[in-house]
């Protein structure tokens, strides 16, 4: 559904006449706040495999590297509800686009641009919001995974800094792979471009993104604590920028990221634009939609929280044969690429390292690697060198692969709303999936 108002294009309102942004810098030996909020700085006691074993409480790095607050959650649903082996060929359900890419208005260079990279017609979530998000108005786009809601905002905002040259937007996601994704399609959609960008991440040195922010750069991209660091350190002035996005909010929100994001918010300027991409819209959503944006449009292309090219199942294993199940369900021909998930980090590290001693190969993706050992793990899986990528939460979000055939839920996640994430990560676009969640025989009895 989509609501429309009459407020007036704030566009250019508060640009004209501004010049190319620079970073104030590292200036004067500017006041350090903190650490780089690394991958492993932990105030307190560590949770353990059975459990939290007393309180604890990460410090701010721990958010940036997506740990909860505190132990390992029982689950709240039942899996076996949700099971669903006949799934719907999305293919055959025909969006009809009322727009094209070059009715958008954009530059005939940017229309090349998408066309080259098969970008054919505009899915629902661009056909519907991108002429909102050229008029300058603050939107809340509401969409499944996979649907192309970030070309949906790159799209306009690349459109409207190529005529106004000195416009700064900030881009706000979750975690670090889900930044650097946004960062690689925004050089490919600008491809040709002068358009400069940095991406800003914890786990990683700060000094480099200190040093690259000192640029004239378009669009900054980062995670809300290494962002705030940055600040803090006058390695920039929020008081630039023109655009903010909040990409995946809801996830960034159950991050514990809330103080972090209105922080930020509130330094830059009020008259602002604000993009809020979500997939979900709970209280505290929307909470902070009401503080932050102005008469926000809302576009929903949300059909159901999981779509119907998923297949779903459950998979009973008994005692201390679960290993050996999951072993043989990727050892199937029809498994040719999985995400398998599970509850901790250590745990995450030994079954991979368990898979590929028994002939699977697989690599691990978890809070504990850091963000070299990340991406190397997540190039190996994206080429197809590796066929099984077994991870923590810290990727249902940030991980968008193309052609994943199977997510395995080895552990059961904590909520309904994580295992809609986790499972997203199959059945993209048109494409059908397979989810399949584990569960212990004597849950049944």
Known sequence: MQTTNNRPSRSGSHTSGRRPFKSAGSQGGARSYGSSRGPSSYRGRRPTQGGARGPWRPSRSSRDANRGRGGRKMPTF??????????????????????????????????????????????????????????????IGLAETGTGKTAAFLLPLIEKTLKENQ????????????????????????????????????????????YSLRRNNHFIIGTPGRVLDLIKR????????????????????????????????????????????SATMSPATKQLVTEFLRDPITVSVKKKDVTNSIAQDVVHYDGHGKFDTLAKLLADPECKRAIVFGAM???????????????????????????????????????????VLVATDVAARGIHVDDVTHVINYDLPNTFEDYVHRIGRTGRGSKKGKALTFVSSSARR
Do not use: W
């Open 234 to 277: 006058r390695a920039f002035s929020p008081e630039e920028v023109t655009t903010v996005v909040l990409d995946e909010a809801d996830r960034m929100l159950d991050m514990g990221f809330i103080h972090d994001m209105k922080s930020i918010l509130s330094s830059t300027p009020k008259d602002r634009e604000t993009l809020f991409f």
């Open 167 to 210: 416009r700064l937007t900030l881009i706000l996601a979750p975690t670090r792979e889900l930044a650097i994704q946004i960062q690689e399609e925004l050089r490919q959609l600008s491809k040709g471009f002068r358009l400069f960008s940095v991406t800003c991440v914890g786990g990683t040195n700060i000094r480099p993104q200190i």
């Open 78 to 139: 039942d899996p076996s509800k949700f099971i669903n082996t006949n799934p719907v060929d999305v293919s055959q359900e025909v969006y009809v686009s009322t727009n094209t890419f070059a009715s958008f208005g954009l530059n005939g260079k940017l229309v090349e641009t998408v066309t080259n990279l098969g970008m054919v017609t505009p899915t629902p979530i661009q056909d519907q919001i991108i002429p909102e998000i050229l008029q300058g108005r603050d939107v």
């Open 345 to 387: 980090k250590h745990s995450v590290e030994k079954l991979a390292l368990e898979l590929t001693a028994c002939g699977v190969p697989a690599e691990s993706i978890h809070g504990n690697k850091n963000h070299t050992q990340r991406q190397r793990a997540l190039q190996k899986f994206k080429s197809g060198a590796t066929p």
